[in-house]
């Protein structure tokens, strides 16, 4: 079986506005397997922050961070050559890359994205299918809101799917 190159992307946010990520994670896989993982903080464009009591992060956590347009550049190890981003309800985490981009003037990744939830549906018909069900119904351990353990139970859930032969390659959305 073909086992494409992807990678796993989660962002937290500042802010109800898309653009307000203030932490993203990567997780690369090849050949079914994890062989990077990088995860940075972000300071985003507004100093308000009504996700605390989600992820935990404040202004003061990122007030000396890159903003996005300084730091999108060093993920280029991570995503180079990848097929596809997989994320969690993928319609989000795409919504913020693409406004991020924006805000920083840059053009986002022209990469197709793989929704977990919808795989989550597919493959073994998990309801609700939010990223801790789905966790816990696969058995992966999971920090939720934290966008490093996020990214990687997004990875391991592809990565399991395709064992079970639900992930069908080109992937495309």
Do not use: K
């Not at 890359?97 to 018909?125: H, I, K, N, Q, Y």
């Not at 992966?140 to 990214?151: F, N, P, Q, Y």
């Amino acid at each position: 079986m073909r086992r494409p190159v992807f990678a796993a992307i989660d962002f937290e946010t500042a802010d109800y506005h898309r653009d307000s990520a203030c932490a993203v994670a990567v997780v690369r896989v090849e050949q079914g397997r994890i062989v990077a993982r990088a995860c940075r903080l972000i300071r985003p464009p507004r100093r308000e922050f009504f996700f605390t009591y989600l992820h935990g992060i404040s202004w003061d956590d990122v007030a000396g961070e890159p903003s996005f347009g300084e730091l999108w550049p060093s993920f280029r190890r991570e995503l180079d050559g990848v097929e596809f981003l997989a994320a969690h309800n993928a319609s989000f985490d795409r919504g913020v890359l693409r406004a991020c981009c924006a805000e920083a003037g840059l053009s986002p990744p022209s990469l197709p994205f793989l929704c977990t939830v919808t795989l989550a549906r597919r493959v073994w018909d998990i309801r609700p299918t939010t990223l801790p069900d789905v966790c816990r119904h696969l058995g992966i351990d999971l920090r939720h809101h934290d966008a490093a353990s996020d990214a990687e139970a997004c990875a391991r859930i592809v990565i399991a799917a395709a064992r079970e032969g639900g992930v069908s390659w080109p992937v495309r959305s």
